[in-house]
T-cell receptor
């Protein structure tokens, strides 16, 4: 069962524009993470935001978390061709008495030169 | 730093064959997991381990076995391959079950 749902499923923008993708989840969380996956490669961790944080920055990335709406957004500013990838959110959900990462289906981002 | 190493990168199997996907990490992480990724879907957890000698089933365990004899290694066995197991498989490790995860490069498996 998916905890996180990314929106949109696909996004195509011009290089230099900002890209925003969203993640909604269903149950309460301790933290939410964003990952990037380049085509045919493994996932790479981008940022982790805890439930008591509202915003976090890392370079050109800005992540917000609204626990009242059970949603998060990832903003990539001044996009570059190298940002072309799929982006996934993962939340920690309780499964069989262990917290596990539960993944959304991802947003496919294409940056046009 | 090697991180998480998965082998092989590509594999084609015939229905009914068995094989083992290898995964090793050098970060001394207690938690390791196997996922499969199918088009248009997020990662689905197959099996996981919270330490040497301890394994448990994830969301889609049928048709797969795992073992964890050392902290470093966590192989995934396909017992009798079926076309439904055609997928991309990822191994991951982390210090705890829901902390920052490090992924291998993936194994693209095709069962014909």
């Amino acid at each position: 069962s998916q905890q996180g749902e990314e929106d949109p499923q696909a996004l195509s923008i011009q290089e230099g524009e900002n890209a925003t993708m969203n993640c909604s989840y269903k149950t309460s969380i301790n933290n939410l993470q964003w990952y990037r996956q380049n085509s045919g490669r493994g996932l790479v961790h981008l940022i982790l935001i805890r439930s008591n944080e509202r915003e976090k920055h890392s370079g050109r990335l800005r992540v917000t978390l609204d626990t009242s709406k059970k949603s998060s957004s990832l903003l990539i500013t001044a996009s570059r061709a190298a940002d072309t990838a799929s982006y996934f959110c993962a939340t920690d959900g309780l499964r069989d008495s262990n917290y596990q990462l539960i993944w959304g289906a991802g947003t496919k981002l294409i940056i046009k030169p | 730093n090697a991180g998480v190493t998965q082998t092989p990168k590509f594999q084609v199997l015939k229905t009914g064959q068995s094989m083992t996907l290898q995964c090793a990490q050098d970060m001394n992480h207690e938690y390791m997991s196997w996922y499969r990724q199918d088009p248009g879907m997020g990662l689905r957890l197959i099996h996981y381990s919270v330490g040497a000698g301890i394994t448990d089933q994830g969301e889609v365990p049928n048709g797969y076995n795992v073992s964890r004899s050392t902290t470093e290694d966590f192989p995934l066995r396909l017992l009798s391959a079926a076309p439904s197991q055609t997928s991309v498989y990822f191994c991951a490790s982390s210090s705890t079950t829901a902390s920052k995860a490090f992924f291998g490069q993936g194994t693209r498996l095709t069962v014909v």
